[in-house]
């Protein structure tokens, strides 16, 4: 399978804000965003007037690349969301990103980044319900457990212990002491990130 394998804090400084790509990293001073704000490259630091074309592509690839996510893994959620009427469209494209495994991991603080959650996974450090899985984008519906195989609990436990964990979200249940987590409900637009604008990546996709 296709993955991105290039300096990831080349991603956060193309954005231009942090993608949490790099776990405890970007919580100090040697993140790439707080050294050089600007994009990489010779170009980087020249000044740019974005189309309304390419602030809904940025705005697509900020999201894409936050949740580690190839484009046809991205464009098939997009189908996925427009095809369903009970929630926004926009919405949805998010909260099936928030529900994948390798996110929940991470959001439950047992994992300090995405990435690392992904490669724990694939390692058959987690279980779904009591069994193990190995895939980082399996959907997690409401009311499965998410917990760490038995031969594992040593190694979370200092990942918990050596990174900070991030704010704990409403809709989920966390249980740090015993490994564990669920999704209480599907996020609200008021639960997710607020600088993320998912009408221009609905825009995106709708002109193609």
């Known amino acids: 399978m296709a993955r991105y ?13 942090k993608l ?8 100090t001073t040697k993140c790439a965003i ?35 996510l190839l484009e046809k893994q991205f464009s098939a959620y997009y189908k996925a969301a427009s095809q369903q009427k009970k929630v926004p469209t926009g919405l949805k ?18 994992v300090p980044s995405r990435p690392q959650a992904r490669q724990l996974i694939a390692h058959g450090h987690f279980t779904v319900d009591g069994t193990k899985v190995y895939t980082p984008s399996y959907h997690i519906k409401q009311g499965q457990v ?45 639960d997710l990130d607020g600088t993320i604008k998912e009408a221009l990546i609905v825009e995106y996709y709708s002109r193609r």
């Open 5 to 17: 394998t290039d300096s990831v804090c080349k991603l956060c400084r193309n954005e231009g804000t």
């Open 20 to 27: 949490f790509l790099k776990g405890s990293r970007c919580y």
């Open 34 to 68: 707080e050294r050089r704000r600007y994009g990489p490259g010779q170009h980087g630091q020249a000044r740019k007037k974005h189309s309304e074309y390419a602030l809904q592509l940025r705005e697509k690839q900020k999201v894409r690349r936050t949740y580690g």
């Open 93 to 110: 494209i998010l909260q099936l990103c928030e529900s994948r495994l390798d996110n929940l991991v991470h959001k439950s603080g047992m």
């Open 146 to 190: 998410i917990s760490v195989a038995e031969k594992s609990k040593s190694l979370v436990k200092a990942l918990i212990e050596a990174n900070p964990s991030p704010v704990a979200p409403n809709w989920m249940s966390i249980d740090l002491d015993n490994l564990k987590a669920s999704i209480i409900n599907a996020p609200s637009r008021e």
